[in-house]
């Protein structure tokens, strides 16, 4: 019977650590088609790509959030590096900022925006995307 229960903490426990997967939208930057997981929940934004070992090169995740806000992102349990493009209300990228894998240092919109896009780490800059360029299809809250 012990040998069974600590089985099962073992499964339970890594139940826990695998990553959560999100509805998807079609999202394009230029002629750039990104597949987005979306994040619209609090709980969902608090989850993001949280223990994810891996994304496909046009693969990301994008936050809505109800109003534009001061919005910080960090990278606790994740470890995959990534870029994130703050944008505003209409989608235009305010800044971008690269973010370490396992760190929780903020990195910061610096304005109010209403979503964060979170690409593989230099995506935006491979794909020449600046702040002031525009991500089109994004959702709206409900």
Known sequence: MLALTGTLLLS???QAQQPTRFSVTS?????????????????????GL??????????????LFG?????CMWMKNTPLPLSVAFLDDDGKIVNI??????TTESH???????YALEMNLGWFKQKNIRPGSTIEGLPRNK
């Open 108 to 114: 910061c919109a610096v304005k109010p925006i209403r």
């Open 27 to 47: 999202l394009t930057a230029g002629m750039h088609v990104i597949r987005a997981e979306v994040a619209a929940t609090s709980a969902e934004r608090e989850q």
């Open 12 to 14: 339970s426990f890594a």
């Open 67 to 71: 109003a534009p806000a001061g919005v």
């Open 50 to 63: 949280m223990y994810r070992e891996k994304m496909g090169p046009n693969e990301g995740m994008v936050f």
């Open 97 to 102: 900022e690269d973010m370490k894998p396992q």
